[in-house]
């Protein structure tokens, strides 16, 4: 499939997406956030593709935020929609993706920006990083999903904190919090998110994508995320891969779950 904002390139089962309009610090405007959606989607159902990992283009910004522009005569009922659709669109869909997504951070992460390297699973910042939901500045709060993941994140007192004052944090920050898991310079950026890729790569897909669902199910009203872990936990014991992996063990060699 070919994109006018994205850039899509898979290779030895690792996708990686790359958010291309630099010129606008990758901000993020309603044909991006169909793309994007469309490329998690193709990526997800994609037997080639193991591993997500997410990122902007440029040295300078991973995403600088919604595209104020698109937005700034927007009425309340259209608010309301943006809001609604980006999530369901979007964010939703990265958190509860079944493939891993890893947001290789890469400068600016503000506004729908962060909130987009907060809903992908794991976050490694390069340095330079600066990451901050702004939209207090605006007259506006984050509206996909910062209020929500960046409390589940850091903390509810240091979440009204960087929304409160529309501040940036750096890089050495946002690791002692816990907003990324790992800061590295940005030249090493990419080849730290292909590690980490490679070593889950190792590692049952049908599992991992378990332990996705049990995990997110901890934030999901209504729903009792130690029951969802009984239930995924027996359903591992009806897989091929679970064969495979106690076998390989049994055998004391490398599992194949790929085959
Ligand atoms: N929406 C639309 N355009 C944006 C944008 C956004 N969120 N963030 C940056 N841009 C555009 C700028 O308008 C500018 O475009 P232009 O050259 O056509 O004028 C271009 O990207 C470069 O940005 P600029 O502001 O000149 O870069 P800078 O280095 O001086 O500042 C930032 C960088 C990130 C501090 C600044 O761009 C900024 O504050 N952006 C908005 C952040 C924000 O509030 N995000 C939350 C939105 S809800």
């Not at 390069?126 to 939209?135: D, I, K, Q």
């Not at 409160?164 to 998110?193: H, I, P, R, S, Y």
């Not at 995320?225 to 591992?236: L, S």
Request: charged fraction near 25%; hydrophobic fraction near 40%.
């Amino acid at each position: 499939m070919s994109y006018n904002n994205i850039l899509v390139e898979t290779q030895n089962l690792i996708c990686k997406i790359t958010i291309n309009r630099p010129d606008k610090l990758n901000a993020l405007n309603k044909a991006t956030i169909e793309e994007l959606s469309k490329a998690f989607k193709e990526a997800e159902k994609s037997k080639e593709v193991g591993v997500i990992i997410l990122t902007g283009s440029g040295e300078k910004s991973f995403v600088a935020g919604a595209d104020i522009k698109e937005f700034a005569d927007f009425s309340t009922p259209q608010g309301k929609e943006l809001s609604a659709k980006g999530h369901e669109t979007l964010f939703n869909l990265v958190e509860s993706l079944t493939t891993p997504v890893i947001a290789a951070v890469n400068g600016f992460a503000l506004g729908g920006g962060l909130e987009l390297a907060m809903c992908s699973h794991i976050r490694i910042a390069s340095s330079n990083a600066r990451m901050g939901l702004p939209e207090v500045s605006l007259g506006v709060i984050p509206g996909y999903g910062g209020t929500q993941r960046l409390a589940q994140l850091i903390g509810r007192g240091k979440a009204f904190e960087l929304i409160f004052t529309a501040g940036m944090m750096d890089a050495e920050t946002a690791l002692k919090w816990g907003l990324v898991n790992e800061v590295v310079e940005q030249a090493d950026l990419m080849a730290t998110c292909e590690k980490m890729a490679s070593k889950i790569l190792n590692n049952s897909p049908n599992a991992i994508s378990a332990a996705i669902r049990c995990v997110n199910s901890n934030y999901q009203d209504g729903v009792n995320g130690y029951e969802v872990e009984i239930e995924e936990f027996g359903k591992c014991f009806g897989t091929e891969e679970f064969k495979e992996g106690t076998q390989a063990f049994l055998e004391k060699r490398k599992p194949n779950f790929r085959k």
